[in-house]
C-alpha cells in the first residue's frame, strides 16, 4: 500500500518544529522513518503533515558530562554500536544496540524515533527504563523532563503531548562497580523479540549487591521493571541460589500476554531462562566496569 497524501515540512531548528507543530494539530515528526514510514503506507497513520527534523543539527549530538550521557534525538543507532564514548559511559546500551533489527535499520533509525514509537519488544526502550533515563521534551509551552518510568505508558503510548517533541535523553552517570547483563530471545537475528531482560548490578567496596535493576521486555504491553526482584538482591552477597530465585521471581511478575507469536506460559517460562542468563553475567567478575 501507499500512505495517504500528506504535506512535507523540512525544519533546520528545533523552534521551526515546535512552531510547525504548534501550527498543525495533524504533524508527525520524520526522524529515521524505521517505523513511522512503515506505518504510513500501511495506513495506520494518516498525517496531514510531516515533519522532517533530519536537518537539525543539534539533535545528532552525543555528550558527555559528570551527570552522564547525554543522546540527542536525531542519534543513529550505527553511531551508538561504533562510538567508543558510548562503550566507555554505557557499556549496556552500546552492546543492546547490536540486536536491534539488522545494520541497514541501525543505519537510518534514531533513539528518539524508537522511544516515540514505544513498541513493547524494542531494546532501547529497556535500556533507558533500566538505567533510569530521563526524557527532555519540548513544546510551544516550554521543556519538561519524563522519567523512563512515567515515558513509556503502553504499547505504542507514551508521555508525549499533542505539538510536544522529543529532543534528548540523557542516561545518568555509570557507577564504579556495576555488573550489567542483557539478553534476548528472536526467532530470527534482526526479528522483535519474544521475551528479553536486562540487569543491572551495582557493589559496594565489600562485594556486597548495593543496588539492582531487572526489567523484561517483548513479554508485555512495556518494559517493566521488576521490583520485587530488585528487592531480594539487595543488601546481600550474591550466590547461585539467590540469582535462581531473582530470576523465579522476575518470571512471576513480568505481566506476559499471549498473541500469534507466542502464548503468555512460554512467554513467561522464556524470561526466567533469559533473566537467570543475564543476572549470572551481571554478577560475572569481568562484567564489573569501572567508569
Same mark, same amino acid.
Given at each position: 500500500?501507499?500512505?495517504?497524501?500528506?504535506?512535507?515540512?523540512?525544519?533546520?531548528?528545533?523552534?521551526?518544529?515546535?512552531?510547525?507543530?504548534?501550527?498543525?494539530?495533524?504533524?508527525?515528526?520524520?526522524?529515521?522513518?524505521?517505523?513511522?514510514?512503515?506505518?504510513?503506507?500501511?495506513?495506520?497513520?494518516?498525517?496531514?503533515?510531516?515533519?522532517?527534523?533530519?536537518?537539525?543539527?543539534?539533535?545528532?549530538?552525543?555528550?558527555?558530562?559528570?551527570?552522564?550521557?547525554?543522546?540527542?534525538?536525531?542519534?543513529?543507532?550505527?553511531?551508538?554500536?561504533?562510538?567508543?564514548?558510548?562503550?566507555?559511559?554505557?557499556?549496556?546500551?552500546?552492546?543492546?544496540?547490536?540486536?536491534?533489527?539488522?545494520?541497514?535499520?541501525?543505519? #537510518?533509525? /534514531? @533513539? *528518539?524515533?524508537?522511544?516515540?514509537? %514505544?513498541?513493547? !519488544? &524494542? $531494546?532501547?526502550?529497556?535500556?533507558?527504563?533500566?538505567?533510569?533515563?530521563?526524557?527532555?521534551?519540548?513544546?510551544?509551552?516550554?521543556?519538561?523532563?519524563?522519567?523512563?518510568?512515567?515515558?513509556?505508558?503502553?504499547?505504542?503510548?507514551?508521555?508525549?503531548?499533542?505539538?510536544?517533541?522529543?529532543?534528548?535523553?540523557?542516561?545518568?552517570?555509570?557507577?564504579?562497580?556495576?555488573?550489567?547483563?542483557?539478553?534476548?530471545?528472536?526467532?530470527?537475528?534482526?526479528?522483535?523479540?519474544?521475551?528479553?531482560?536486562?540487569?543491572?548490578?551495582?557493589?559496594?567496596?565489600?562485594?556486597?549487591?548495593?543496588?539492582?535493576?531487572?526489567?523484561?521486555?517483548?513479554?508485555?504491553?512495556?518494559?517493566?521493571?521488576?521490583?520485587?526482584?530488585?528487592?531480594?538482591?539487595?543488601?546481600? #552477597?550474591? /550466590? @547461585? *541460589?539467590?540469582?535462581?530465585?531473582? %530470576?523465579?521471581? !522476575? &518470571? $512471576?511478575?513480568?505481566?506476559?500476554?499471549?498473541?500469534?507469536?507466542?502464548?503468555?506460559?512460554?512467554?513467561?517460562?522464556?524470561?526466567?531462562?533469559?533473566?537467570?542468563?543475564?543476572?549470572?553475567?551481571?554478577?560475572?567478575?569481568?562484567?564489573?566496569?569501572?567508569?
Amino acid at each position: 500500500m501507499k500512505p495517504a497524501p500528506f504535506d512535507y515540512l523540512r525544519v533546520h531548528s528545533i523552534d521551526e518544529a515546535i512552531a510547525a507543530l504548534a501550527e498543525h494539530d495533524d504533524a508527525v515528526i520524520l526522524a529515521g522513518g524505521q517505523s513511522l514510514v512503515p506505518m504510513l503506507n500501511f495506513r495506520l497513520a494518516s498525517p496531514g503533515l510531516l515533519i522532517d527534523i533530519n536537518r537539525i543539527s543539534d539533535l545528532a549530538r552525543i555528550g558527555v558530562t559528570p551527570d552522564g550521557l547525554t543522546l540527542g534525538a536525531l542519534v543513529r543507532w550505527h553511531e551508538l554500536e561504533s562510538s567508543t564514548v558510548v562503550a566507555r559511559h554505557n557499556p549496556l546500551l552500546q552492546y543492546a544496540v547490536r540486536h536491534i533489527a539488522h545494520y541497514q535499520i541501525r543505519n #537510518r533509525g /534514531t @533513539v *528518539g524515533g524508537s522511544s516515540a514509537h %514505544a513498541d513493547p !519488544a &524494542a $531494546e532501547f526502550p529497556a535500556v533507558a527504563l533500566a538505567c533510569d533515563a530521563i526524557f527532555s521534551l519540548r513544546s510551544a509551552r516550554g521543556t519538561r523532563t519524563v522519567t523512563a518510568a512515567d515515558f513509556f505508558r503502553g504499547a505504542l503510548e507514551t508521555a508525549l503531548e499533542p505539538g510536544e517533541m522529543l529532543v534528548a535523553i540523557q542516561f545518568p552517570a555509570w557507577p564504579v562497580r556495576r555488573g550489567w547483563g542483557f539478553e534476548e530471545f528472536a526467532r530470527r537475528a534482526g526479528d522483535f523479540a519474544l521475551a528479553g531482560a536486562i540487569v543491572l548490578l551495582d557493589y559496594d567496596a565489600d562485594g556486597v549487591c548495593a543496588d539492582a535493576s531487572l526489567v523484561s521486555f517483548g513479554a508485555g504491553d512495556r518494559a517493566l521493571r521488576l521490583t520485587r526482584a530488585e528487592e531480594c538482591l539487595r543488601g546481600i #552477597r550474591l /550466590t @547461585v *541460589g539467590a540469582l535462581t530465585e531473582a %530470576a523465579r521471581i !522476575a &518470571a $512471576e511478575d513480568c505481566e506476559p500476554k499471549s498473541d500469534m507469536h507466542a502464548p503468555a506460559e512460554y512467554r513467561s517460562a522464556l524470561l526466567e531462562t533469559l533473566m537467570l542468563r543475564a543476572l549470572n553475567a551481571a554478577a560475572a567478575p569481568d562484567r564489573r566496569t569501572v567508569a
